[in-house]
């Protein structure tokens, strides 16, 4: 089976981020950045189905320079291949931007089964995956806790309000989005990081795919206004002092409002 899974990458959990002069992003500068949680859930689903049955994983990403690092990591987590699609004429795209490259390149590598995450760490739109089976035209299910494949199908069985799974069963090709913590991720290894540096990072321009003046700001129907963090509250208190100490006073607080 070939699968292939979009991976983004995004600014790492522990960075601290500020917002760019222009308000409209965040300052990427002098920050770290990693694959996205969501995504790195998807790559390991990807590998154990790799593990279990053979096959190919292809990671995709669209991104500038540093994209590189992440699509390194999951080469080395044991990803066959990647496809980097690094051009500034994607910069600023849109959810549907973002869908139709990826829609480009899974036309010509016709995978059967496309992994996307529930959504991404910074964005947090939700939107990339069913977009891209849509324009893919084929079938999607989204939030999946875990896997399996048989007899030319997947089962996945997702996440519902209230604890509830739902099972649900798609016949290939198709596309699934994943949920955190619906596995354990591997670390790439050393032997793992010294095979990466001989596989392919195949990198495209979105002219290559064949979408030039389709994504990127211009196209983008989308635009971000403003970017802020909100002003705090007119009644905020911060609590100070050691853990037990806060804790005392935040129990003294609610039973002052009558709440315990
Ligand atoms: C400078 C700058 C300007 C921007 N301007 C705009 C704007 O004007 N309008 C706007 O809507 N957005 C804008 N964006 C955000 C942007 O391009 C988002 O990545 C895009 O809108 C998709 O949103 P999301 O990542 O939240 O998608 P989600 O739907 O939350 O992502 C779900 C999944 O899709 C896949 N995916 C998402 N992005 C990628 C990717 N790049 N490569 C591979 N897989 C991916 C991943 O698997 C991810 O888990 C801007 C970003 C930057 C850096």
Redesign the pocket.
Same mark, same amino acid.
């Given at each position: 089976m070939k699968i292939m899974?979009?991976?983004?990458? !995004?600014p790492h959990q522990d960075a601290r981020l500020d917002v760019?002069g222009d308000g409209?992003? =965040?300052q990427?500068e002098g920050i770290k950045f990693e694959i996205?949680q969501?995504?790195q859930n998807?790559l390991e689903a990807a590998l154990q189905l790799k593990d279990a049955s053979g096959g190919e994983v292809v990671v995709?990403?669209?991104?500038p320079e540093r994209?590189t690092q992440s699509l390194r990591t999951a080469l080395g987590m044991g990803a066959d291949r990647a496809v980097h !699609?690094k051009d500034p004429e994607?910069?600023?795209?849109?959810?549907l931007?973002?869908?139709k =490259?990826?829609a480009a390149v899974a036309k010509a590598e016709s995978p059967d089964l496309l992994?996307?995450?529930?959504?991404?760490d910074?964005?947090?739109?939700?939107?990339?995956?069913p977009?891209?089976a849509a324009l893919l035209d084929v079938p999607h299910t989204t939030t999946a806790v875990s896997l399996k494949h048989e007899n030319g199908s997947i089962q996945v069985e997702r996440e519902l309000e209230g604890g509830a799974l739902e099972v649900v069963e798609l016949k290939t090709p198709c596309l699934v989005?994943?949920q955190t913590g619906m596995n354990q991720v591997r670390y790439a290894s050393l032997k793992g990081i010294m095979a990466a540096k001989k596989k392919t990072i195949d990198v495209k321009t979105v002219a290559d795919l064949g979408l030039a003046g389709q994504v990127g700001?211009g196209a983008?129907k989308?635009?971000?206004e403003k970017l802020y963090l909100p002003a705090k509250g007119q009644g905020a208190e911060i609590l100070s002092g050691s853990v037990d100490e806060v804790v005392g006073k935040l129990v003294g607080k609610i039973k002052e409002l009558g709440l315990l």
């Amino acid at each position: 089976m070939k699968i292939m899974v979009c991976i983004k990458q !995004v600014p790492h959990q522990d960075a601290r981020l500020d917002v760019k002069g222009d308000g409209t992003w =965040i300052q990427e500068e002098g920050i770290k950045f990693e694959i996205n949680q969501y995504d790195q859930n998807a790559l390991e689903a990807a590998l154990q189905l790799k593990d279990a049955s053979g096959g190919e994983v292809v990671v995709v990403s669209v991104g500038p320079e540093r994209v590189t690092q992440s699509l390194r990591t999951a080469l080395g987590m044991g990803a066959d291949r990647a496809v980097h !699609v690094k051009d500034p004429e994607a910069d600023g795209s849109d959810p549907l931007g973002i869908a139709k =490259i990826l829609a480009a390149v899974a036309k010509a590598e016709s995978p059967d089964l496309l992994f996307t995450g529930f959504m991404s760490d910074d964005g947090n739109i939700a939107a990339v995956g069913p977009m891209l089976a849509a324009l893919l035209d084929v079938p999607h299910t989204t939030t999946a806790v875990s896997l399996k494949h048989e007899n030319g199908s997947i089962q996945v069985e997702r996440e519902l309000e209230g604890g509830a799974l739902e099972v649900v069963e798609l016949k290939t090709p198709c596309l699934v989005t994943t949920q955190t913590g619906m596995n354990q991720v591997r670390y790439a290894s050393l032997k793992g990081i010294m095979a990466a540096k001989k596989k392919t990072i195949d990198v495209k321009t979105v002219a290559d795919l064949g979408l030039a003046g389709q994504v990127g700001a211009g196209a983008a129907k989308v635009k971000i206004e403003k970017l802020y963090l909100p002003a705090k509250g007119q009644g905020a208190e911060i609590l100070s002092g050691s853990v037990d100490e806060v804790v005392g006073k935040l129990v003294g607080k609610i039973k002052e409002l009558g709440l315990l």
